[in-house]
């Protein structure tokens, strides 16, 4: 078996312009990326610069241009069955309880009723929901159903973690709180975790090595810097080490430049009228 | 004193039904002209004939009734057909409607080759398929059914085919990434997604399930209060019609309201207006 959990491979991805106006968009270019079994690897980059299209590919839901994606060693072909994605925005069915959505993935793998409502009501309980499982989405607040999306996910047991900006919705306080009870579920069980954000402060206190993307359009890897601080981390006193600062300087002064491109290239699409990836 | 009687949310009931007592009154105190009542009915007539209609036992002759009142209760067997045309029509409907709509919305080069037909079918005033039905069908319940069926199939049809275009893609991508097959999603987000547009539509289409019942009634048949409207207006018996209209609209109501309970029982996951509860 290979080192290596899920690899990008000199992966391009590029999307048609819609009803043939103008050319098309390079979403991502030439990008390689490995990530091992049990690593933490976060990506940053500015808005709009394509993360969310390169985790897409990682999951299978996006067929890549050019390149290839292997997870464990293996040609990915259709979905990414030992992926599990947690989504930017609210991805659970609001038509089933929270106990109802965890254990959804559990019934499609054909488990039992019984044995599936226990395991999703023991996942529940890991991330603090146990009492709220027959609510309905609509009854959690937006952190309870951050929540429900983590043991959503977590309840399949995938070797592999895709989270796409999955805490950027929250206040900061919850923020923390989520980032501190991710980082414990991944030690007790060392998944390969590949996590989107645009917070750089984020990337440093969860990750294992962050990598920072350039601005779009066909969006590469600029660097990548190993975080080399001590776990377990609590990621608001991971803040004020002096390690952290020196990294988070060292990320920035890469990632500033990227940031001011990327913003000025979404000032010139808006001024040029064209609203395609605003 | 005019603190007490002024319209405001307290009595709001009393005006409502100070509101039908006026009508009626009016319409009682109109109807004294011979004339008017030819045309207009007399509305304490209209209740005798309900009486007669419902009540298995008659009353004598009383002040407001000189002739008395008869007890037939001979409303049962027609009200009875009406009622069984609807549920069938509406049953068979909703699900005729289901099916198609996740079909064609599933398949959309299916939907592209007919979308042109199901547009005419839906435009088209289909009460004029009654005749071709009565052909088909007979004159029994069937004909009626088959109408109403057409009032219902694209209300439902329409919804659900909505319900399945608008399902979120992030709801659809999770589900997938969760390891859903073809047959699981399905039943797991189209299905329920429809469902919810289609209960918004449910409503509406009751309502012309019963109209399609009637309708067809009217326009041919033995049996059914549809029947009993057209043998009263065939004699200008017009306090008859009225009658039959009155039950009509009351029982309408009271599937509405059936419907408004199956709703709220089904449709508990979704957040209504002002009741969203944040914990």
Not at chain 2, 131 to 153: D, N, Q, R
Request: charged letters at 15%; one cysteine or more.
């Amino acid at each position: 078996m290979s080192d290596f959990a899920l690899e990008f491979l000199q992966i391009g991805c590029s999307f048609k312009a819609r009803e043939g106006q103008g050319k098309g968009y390079t979403a991502v270019a030439d990008t390689s990326l490995r990530i091992r079994a049990g690593e933490f690897v976060s990506v940053v980059g500015p808005t709009g610069c394509g993360k969310s299209t390169l985790l897409n590919i990682g999951a299978g839901l996006l067929a890549p241009s050019a390149g290839e994606v292997r997870v464990f060693g293996q040609p990915l072909r259709g979905l990414n069955a030992r992926a599990g994605y947690m989504f930017q925005t609210d991805a659970l069915m609001p038509w089933r309880s929270a106990l109802d959505n965890v254990m959804l993935g559990l019934q499609y793998r054909g488990m039992p009723e019984r044995q599936a409502r226990q395991q999703a009501q023991g996942w529940l309980e890991r991330v603090g929901l146990g009492a709220f499982g027959h609510h309905y989405p609509h009854q959690l607040s937006g952190g309870m159903r951050k929540r429900t999306a983590l043991a959503q996910v977590l309840a399949l047991d995938p070797d592999i973690i895709l989270m796409d900006e999955p805490f950027s919705a929250l206040d900061i306080q919850t923020r923390q709180l989520m980032e501190d009870e991710v980082l414990e579920l991944w030690a007790a069980r060392k998944k390969a975790v590949l996590f989107i954000t645009h917070d750089l402060d984020e990337a440093i206190a969860m990750s294992d090595r962050v990598v920072v993307l350039s601005a779009g359009p066909a969006t590469h890897p600029l660097g990548e810097f190993a975080i080399d601080l001590p776990r377990p981390r609590n990621v608001a006193e991971v803040r004020s080490q002096p390690r952290f600062i020196e990294l988070h300087t060292q990320i920035w002064r890469v990632l500033r430049d990227e940031v001011l491109k990327g913003y000025a290239q979404q000032l010139n699409l808006k001024l040029g009228g064209s609203d395609h990836f605003a | 004193m005019w603190r007490y009687i002024q319209p405001s949310e307290g009595n709001l009931r009393i005006w409502q039904v100070g509101v039908l007592l006026a009508v009626l009154l009016a319409w009682q105190f109109a109807s004294r002209d011979p004339q008017v009542a030819f045309f207009l009915g007399e509305p304490l007539l209209v209740l005798g004939r309900i009486w007669s209609w419902f009540i298995p036992f008659g009353m004598g002759a009383t002040a407001v009734f000189p002739d008395g009142l008869a007890g037939r209760a001979d409303i049962y067997p027609h009200l009875g057909v009406t009622l069984l045309e609807t549920v069938l029509a509406f049953g068979f409907g909703t699900v005729l409607g289901l099916v198609c709509g996740l079909w064609l919305a599933l398949a959309p080069l299916a939907s592209a080759i007919l979308e042109p037909y199901l547009k005419a079918a839906n435009s088209m005033p289909r009460v004029i398929l009654a005749p071709i039905f009565a052909l088909w069908f007979g004159l029994g319940v069937w004909s009626k059914v088959a109408l109403a069926v057409t009032l219902v199939f694209f209300i439902v049809f329409f919804n659900v085919y909505q319900g399945v275009k608008e399902v979120s893609p992030v709801v659809l991508a999770n589900a997938r990434m969760l390891g859903a097959n073809q047959r699981q999603l399905l039943r797991t987000v189209y299905l329920p997604s429809a469902t919810a547009w289609v209960f918004s539509s449910l409503h509406t289409s009751v309502g012309l399930a019963f109209v399609g019942a009637v309708v067809g009634e009217y326009l041919g048949s033995a049996r059914g209060v549809g029947y009993l409207i057209l043998q009263a207006e065939g004699t200008f018996d017009v306090n008859t019609v009225f009658a039959g209209i009155v039950v009509l609209t009351a029982f309408a109501l009271l599937l509405d309201a059936l419907v408004g309970r199956v709703e709220r029982r089904l449709m508990r996951w979704q957040p209504r207006a002002g009741e969203t509860e944040k914990l």
